[in-house]
């Protein structure tokens, strides 16, 4: 969920993939190169984890994670949360639409993802959720943006009337 990536590029992600912040690899199939940066929770979980092999993901025996073993592991992560029919893989939309709800722009989602531009717009109008908090961001940023000073004049010219009565009535 924090890098937005497929299964299979996480099962080969090796150490020399990680810098201490920032995830780089280049995707298996897409072949595009992406730079994650970490967010705190998984470099914390990153740095907690032994570098005993080359391979993130490897099993107590110090073997690579196999797509059998992670289909595992993740129905028993899941299983455990109370959660069912969610796959792997619904994380990767999961990613985009909760970078998208933080106010990231969609090339900024597709940096982190992989994905092009038309796929982040495809999956946002499909699974994200029109929300009060995202009109009541948009509307925030509307109003304190340089460029919709002329949107705002009425706000403006209310306070100056404001103003003006405050200064009539001392």
């Known amino acids: 969920m924090h890098t937005g990536q497929r299964q299979a590029d996480l099962l080969a992600l090796s150490w020399n993939n990680y810098d201490g912040s920032t995830i780089s690899l280049r995707q298996g199939k897409t072949k595009r190169r992406v730079d994650i940066?970490?967010?705190?929770?998984?470099?914390?979980?990153?740095?907690?984890?032994?570098?005993?092999?080359?391979?993130?993901?490897?099993t107590k025996a110090k073997l690579p994670w196999k797509a059998r073993y992670f289909k595992a592991q993740w129905e028993t992560a899941t299983?455990?949360?109370?959660?069912?029919?969610?796959?792997?893989?619904?994380?990767?939309?999961?990613?985009?639409?909760?970078?998208?709800?933080?106010?990231?722009?969609?090339?900024?989602?597709a940096a982190i993802t992989g994905h092009s531009l038309k796929t982040v717009t495809t999956i946002l109008d499909k699974y994200l959720a029109r929300t009060r908090t995202l009109a009541e961001e948009a509307v925030a940023l509307l109003e304190n943006a340089r460029s919709t000073e002329f949107a705002n004049r009425l706000q403006t010219a209310e306070?100056?009337?404001?103003?003006?009565?405050?200064?009539?009535?001392?």
Do not use: W, Y
């Open 159 to 170: 306070q100056g009337t404001a103003k003006v009565e405050a200064k009539l009535l001392k």
């Open 37 to 58: 940066p970490c967010t705190t929770a998984l470099r914390r979980m990153l740095d907690g984890l032994d570098r005993d092999t080359n391979l993130v993901l490897t």
């Open 79 to 109: 299983k455990a949360a109370g959660i069912s029919d969610l796959h792997f893989h619904d994380l990767r939309g999961t990613a985009i639409t909760m970078l998208a709800e933080a106010g990231c722009s969609t090339p900024q989602i």
